[in-house]
């Protein structure tokens, strides 16, 4: 039988070990936040819809808006396929379909392209759609939790 010392430090180490997994996807989670600010400063330029989708994403999910445009900048034929940043649009199948409603195969649509990274692009900036916000709160107190049990834990042993 393993001693408690033993068992206390596998408890924290347990913990830690969650407590990063949470950190790392909070900021995976921030580069999209990153983007979107980014985004602002993007440049605008006159795209074309090539295709406009709503597929059923399963019975968690709803159905999700897939989208995809080209655009020209700087003598560079491009596609993209971001209406914002963030997860794509998805819920109630009439609410997604009214958002498809907005994008005809064909129609000139304005694209803000990155002009650090031109293969990046948005068709509106400055938004993020998706629970990433509440995703870094979640995570992120997690992340905060579960450091602070570490430390209980390791403290306990101690005083025992």
Known sequence: ???????????????VSMGLVC??????L????WKVRQSLDGTRVEGRVVAVQVRDGGRKVGHCLDL???YDFEGGHFSG??????????????????????YVPGAPIDV??????IFE??????????GTWTSIGVFGLLAVACG?????????????
């Open 121 to 130: 692009s948005v068709l509106h900036p400055g938004v993020m759609e998706g």
């Open 68 to 70: 995809a445009y080209t």
């Open 23 to 28: 950190a790392f996807y909070v900021l995976w």
């Open 1 to 15: 039988m393993p001693s408690k010392s033993v068992s206390a430090g596998l408890e924290a180490a347990v913990f």
């Open 81 to 102: 396929r971001n209406r914002s940043f963030g997860t794509a649009p998805c819920g109630p199948q009439a609410r997604v379909e009214e958002l498809a409603r907005a």
């Open 148 to 160: 602070w049990l570490a430390v209980v834990t390791l403290r306990d042993e101690q005083r025992a």
């Open 30 to 33: 921030a580069v999209d936040v």
């Open 112 to 117: 803000y392209v990155n002009p650090k990274d």
